[in-house]
T-cell receptor, first 114, second 109 residues
Framework: ETGVTQTPRHLVMGMTNKKSLKCEQH?????MYWYKQSAKKPLELMFV???????ENNSVPSRFSPECPNSSHLFLHLHTLQPEDSALYLC?????????????FGPGTRLTVT | GQNIDQPTEMTATEGAIVQINCTYQ??????LFWYQQHAGEAPTFLSY????GLEEKGRFSSFLSRSKGYSYLLLKELQMKDSASYLC??????????FGKGTRLHILP
């Protein structure tokens, strides 16, 4: 497989559930990102990892917990979510932070919290 | 605060030219990106500008004026497949990327 993959593509969960989103990149990149995309709102950067170290945490509620076990994999652990957390969650990777490091996005996970 | 403004929606005709503007106010500037996002799909990279001027890439060109905090994406010879949202994003001085809300472009036959 090539590029950035995400699983699952769709997820419906109750507010008391615990689930995890998975992202994998096959591009040899060093930086990975989680974004939230809600309707009629700009893409919101949630977390940034560079060389498996978290370098950015954009005031995201603790019910979202990222994990980066290695430079190719990124997880987003979800627990006790709220209905307003329903959104498209996008993972991206880049060669490095900043500069001309264009980001390659995965297809996203469409999350619905009931 | 940090702010990126672009029109919410635009409509153009197949074969024509359209210009999508983006203005920004951010804490420092390390570059500006344009992404294309088709409905239900992930964004894909179109261009990156860090110096003033025009960057041309096939039918798409991107312009930047840092002194004015302004960029535009120019699409020529429009095709129906160009119907998508176009996202302007700025890297601030901390290399944090900030996205605009996107411009939804409708192409009419």
């Amino acid at each position: 497989e090539t590029g950035v993959t995400q699983t699952p593509r769709h997820l419906v969960m109750g507010m008391t559930n615990k689930k995890s989103l998975k992202c994998e990149q096959h591009l040899g990149h060093n930086a990975m990102y989680w974004y939230k995309q809600s309707a009629k709102k700009p893409l919101e950067l949630m977390f940034v990892y560079s060389l498996e170290e978290r370098v950015e945490n954009n005031s995201v509620p603790s019910r979202f917990s990222p994990e980066c076990p290695n430079s190719s994999h990124l997880f987003l652990h979800l627990h006790t979510l709220q209905p307003e957390d329903s959104a498209l969650y996008l993972c991206a990777s880049s060669g490095g932070l900043g500069g001309s490091g264009e980001q390659y996005f995965g297809p996203g996970t469409r999350l619905t919290v009931t | 605060g940090q702010n990126i403004d672009q029109p919410t929606e635009m409509t153009a005709t197949e074969g024509a030219i359209v210009q999508i503007n983006c203005t920004y106010q951010t804490s420092g500037f390390n570059g500006l990106f344009w992404y294309q996002q088709h409905a239900g799909e992930a964004p894909t990279f179109l261009s990156y500008n860090v110096l003033d001027g025009l960057e041309e890439k096939g039918r798409f060109s991107s312009f930047l004026s840092r002194s004015k905090g302004y960029s535009y994406l120019l699409l020529k010879e429009l095709q129906m497949k160009d119907s998508a949202s176009y996202l302007c994003a700025v890297l601030n001085r901390d290399d944090k990327i900030i996205f605009g809300k996107g411009t939804r472009l409708h192409i009419l036959p």
